[in-house]
T-cell receptor, first 109, second 116 residues
Framework: GQNIDQPTEMTATEGAIVQINCTYQTSGFNGLFWYQQHAGEAPTFLSYNVLDGLEEKGRFSSFLSRSKGYSYLLLKELQMKDSASYLC??????????FGRGTSLIVHP | DAGVIQSPRHEVTEMGQEVTLRCKPI?????LFWYRQTMMRGLELLIY????????DSGMPEDRFSAKMPNASFSTLKIQPSEPRDSAVYFCASSQIQGARTDTQYFGPGTRLTVL
């Protein structure tokens, strides 16, 4: 994950909107995954972006800018259960994801 | 489908002992991945198999680590001898990779390894 950069920790209030950013190395880039991982559990798939733009899936949306090497995950109407680690992962020529270290999101009342 | 199955879920062992972690991928998936997760280094790919053949083992830390996939439904990751710095959560994941297309990885529940 040395080529992927995302904030270590973020906090937000229940009901609010939060944006988790991820920057990555553009050389050889193919696509960008977002995974959610609750404490003590396995990562679970949220989204996969290949093309530029915003993809919406319920309360969660993911954005990609290939030219800028930038992605974000947008969480709306935050709930307490959204407290988790959010992992950004890029795929390159090998099509095997390389993960960032994750952003720990804490949602408080 | 039962998802990816890993055993054991927790393992506590003493330094120098052999540790074997087991994984059963999702039926029909042709690719299997072993990851290690720690607070310091995050989620690291150790090795991945495609159609039971090891494709990339560059992430395997050293000769103490070995992995096998004797058939499409079973893989093992072995550490011999184990050391305290091997303490981590080890995840197995599987996916279906067709040509140049990347597919979603499905992770098992992980094995939490503690080496004393």
């Amino acid at each position: 994950g040395q080529n992927i950069d995302q904030p270590t920790e973020m906090t937000a209030t229940e009901g609010a909107i939060v944006q988790i950013n991820c920057t990555y190395q553009t050389s050889g880039f193919n696509g960008l995954f977002w995974y959610q991982q609750h404490a003590g559990e396995a990562p679970t798939f949220l989204s996969y972006n290949v093309l530029d733009g915003l993809e919406e899936k319920g309360r969660f949306s993911s954005f990609l800018s290939r030219s800028k090497g930038y992605s974000y995950l947008l969480l709306k109407e935050l709930q307490m259960k959204d407290s988790a680690s959010y992992l950004c992962a890029q795929t390159g020529g090998s099509y095997i994801p390389t993960f960032g270290r994750g952003t720990s999101l804490i949602v408080h009342p | 489908d039962a998802g990816v199955i890993q055993s054991p879920r927790h393992e506590v062992t003493e330094m120098g002992q052999e540790v074997t972690l087991r994984c059963k991928p999702i039926s029909g998936h042709n690719s299997l991945f072993w990851y290690r997760q720690t607070m310091m280094r995050g989620l690291e790919l150790l090795i991945y198999f495609n159609n039971n053949v090891p494709i990339d083992d560059s992430g395997m830390p050293e000769d103490r680590f070995s992995a096998k996939m004797p058939n499409a439904s079973f893989s093992t990751l072995k550490i011999q001898p184990s050391e305290p710095r091997d303490s981590a959560v080890y995840f197995c994941a599987s996916s279906q990779i067709q040509g140049a297309r990347t597919d979603t990885q499905y992770f098992g529940p992980g094995t939490r390894l503690t080496v004393l």
